[in-house]
Each structure stands twice: as C-alpha cells, then as structure tokens.
C-alpha cells in the first residue's frame, strides 16, 4: 500500500482531508493503540473520529486507489452521522466490527444490505465488510454463502477477487464431513482462476500472489502435487516479473517476503538470496532483510551463513517481531546440532515474549514457547 496505492496521484487530492498517521504496531511505545484499536493482520487501516477518539470505520488487507477513496468517504460519513435509512445501518455495523464486536457487526451489515436500495453504492465495501466480520468470527459457511451470492454482482471486480480467494480459503476449511466441500472448492478454485487470468484493474499485485498461492494450496488439499508445483511456478515467474517492474528499491522489497516463501517451497532458496542481499543494501537499518536470509540460508543448511544473518537481524529487530528472529535462530542451533544454544534462544524468546506490554502481548505465542521449550532434550 505505501509502494503502490498511496503513491498513486490520483489520491493526491486527498492528502488534506484527514490527518494521516502511520503506526508501527512493532514498536512499545505504539503498544496502547494496539489495545485499543484491533489489529487482526497487517496492513489495518482505521478511520478514528477525534472528537469520541473512537474507530469509526475499519479495514483489514489491501486495497485499490478506487476502494482508498470509498473508506475515505464513508468514514468521513461516520464521523458526520448524517445518514439514513441502509447507510445509517451501515455505519453502526462499521463501528461495531471497527470495536472487534464481530458477530454484532455480522448482523448489522446484513441489515444494512436488506435494506440497501437498488444500485446502493456502498453495496461492495458493506460486502467486503461483512465477509471480514463472518471470517472473523470463524463462520466458514457464512463466508461462502455471501461470496457465492455476491460474486456475479460484482465479477470484474476488485472486490470480486476478495470474495473468490476468501470464498475458496473458507471453503478448504469446511469439515471433510461436508457433503458439499468439494463442489465449493471446486468452484471457488475456478472463481480464483478467473481473476488470476483476468485481473482486474487495481488488483494489487502482492494481492495476486496471494491468489497464486491460494490455487497451489486448492491443489494440495486435492493431493495434487504436480497442480502444486505449477501454481508455485507460476507465483514466482509473477512476483520476480512484478518486482523487476517496480519503480523504487521499496517497492521491489514488497515482494520479498513472497519470493522467499515461493522459492523455499519450490526447494530453490538460493534463488532468494542475491535479491535479500540487495534489499540489506538498500535498507541496512531494516531487520527484514537479514531475517529473510537467515531463513533462506537455513533452508539451504548453510548454518554459519544463516547465523550470521540472524546476528545481524537481532541486532536491529525490536517488538513481537524479536520472537520470530529467536525462533528462526532457535532452529539454526538445532541445525547445527547445539541443543543448548536451541534451549536458550528459545528461552530468550520467551523471555521477550512475557515481557510485551498489552496490545503486544500474545499468550498463544507464549504457550507455544514453553512446548518448545519443554520438548528441547540437552545432553
């Protein structure tokens, strides 16, 4: 988003309507906003009225330059309350789910959308909306029903390759007792397909990787491995050619992450290497890049070389992201056969963990540690 969307001029003419603030949720002293405004995934954005300094209006993941503007308007609506009738409803499912009041919120935005008039214009965010409110209240079902119902309406979409991907992930997710999994995954894969082959304009590319990824993971729940290996093929050829195209070092480093992940899957990391190195040169304050090849270099059993990278990606991490660096460089010792130094990064990891402040602190992370810990036999 701040590579691409926010670059664009288009949203030039918004850059006084609202005071902008950027918050990175790594950082303590960024920890009491995080209590108080839900961050589910990165990126979130929140429209936060000032007066009640409360979230009007939240969004979670990606977005074009036509949605930016669409969450803009309607959260400067919020902030007024000055609408009726389907946009008055709207509004307090908005505030409900911008509060994690998830199954309020699901309701809300139902009544919001039977009441809605013919050609409502906030027919695809209130949709979207309402997709997130039922994926966050783990209703698989309720998921694929909407994207089912609402994909016709607004194929050739942005909003339409939201509601396929997130159709085909719930779908993948019903229980194998479920009479109907197969059939929906089946067209939900084929729904996917279609925007891969088609994208739609604004589609954000690393949005698209996520759709590429989606397809390999339908093939692998079909125990399609020659399916798998070509959707991932597929995906790389995708984020190397969209990073090759990008205008500046950041944004060719959005798709590290993604390349990295495609190539450890496809059993080729040095393949991540040389656009790791750059991407430490570009940026040596950012203690992505040293993380990112660690792990490359771990999957490549290069233990020496993926301890380094880890010495100098802990040397400038800091926040909840310092448990996964440990954890990483926890299982470069045990790739190296040093239990003990396994046993005490973990142990330093947990340390950092219990001593999160709330709005960081995450007490499955903790657990998890501790299992780790326990399981960990030093001779």
């Not at 950082?27 to 429209?47: C, E, G, H, I, S």
């Not at 979670?60 to 503007?69: A, E, I, L, P, W």
Request: with cysteine; aromatic share 8%.
């Amino acid at each position: 988003m701040r590579a691409f969307v926010f670059t664009d001029k288009a949203l030039a003419s918004e850059a006084g309507r609202f005071v902008w603030l950027s918050i990175d949720s790594e950082k303590p002293q960024n920890a009491p906003f995080r209590k108080q405004f839900a961050v589910p995934a990165l990126p979130t954005f929140f429209v936060i009225d000032p007066q009640a300094n409360q979230a009007v209006l939240r969004w979670v993941g990606g977005m074009s330059v036509t949605q930016v503007r669409g969450v803009l308007d309607a959260g400067e609506a919020n902030v007024r309350g000055d609408g009726t009738g389907a946009d008055a409803v709207l509004a307090k499912a908005d505030r409900l789910y911008a509060d994690s009041k998830n199954p309020d919120a699901v309701t809300a935005y139902r009544e919001a959308l039977a009441q809605a008039p013919a050609g409502w214009p906030q027919y695809a965010r209130a949709t979207e909306s309402l997709l997130f409110a039922l994926s966050s209240t783990g209703d698989n079902e309720g998921v694929v029903k909407l994207a089912q119902d609402a994909y016709p309406r607004l194929a050739g979409t942005v909003s339409a390759a939201n509601l396929a991907s997130s159709g085909l992930d719930a779908a993948m997710q019903l229980p194998a007792e479920n009479a109907a999994r197969a059939a929906l995954i089946q067209e939900f894969e084929q729904k996917t397909r279609e925007c891969v082959e088609n994208p739609p304009a604004g589609l954000a590319a690393d949005d698209m990787s996520g759709l590429f990824g989606l397809l390999g993971a339908a093939r692998d729940d079909a125990k399609d491995s020659l399916g798998v290996h070509e959707w991932t093929v597929k995906r790389a050829a995708f984020l190397d050619g969209a990073a090759a195209k990008a205008a500046s070092p950041a944004g060719r480093t959005v798709f590290d992450s993604h390349r990295l992940s495609v190539y450890i899957e496809l059993g080729q990391p040095e393949k991540a290497i040389a656009f790791l190195e750059q991407s430490e040169r570009d940026f040596p304050q950012d203690y992505n890049p040293p993380a990112r090849l660690a792990a490359a270099y771990k999957a490549m059993k290069r233990w020496d070389a993926a301890l380094a990278a880890s010495n100098r990606a802990v040397k400038r991490v800091y926040g909840p992201r310092r448990i996964s660096v440990l954890t990483t460089r926890a299982d470069i010792y045990k790739g190296m056969g040093d239990m003990a130094m396994m046993k005490t990064t973990l142990t330093e990891a947990l340390a950092v963990a219990e001593a999160l402040p709330p709005g960081q602190r995450n007490e499955g992370t903790i657990t998890s540690l501790k299992k780790k810990i326990d399981a960990v036999s030093v001779q």
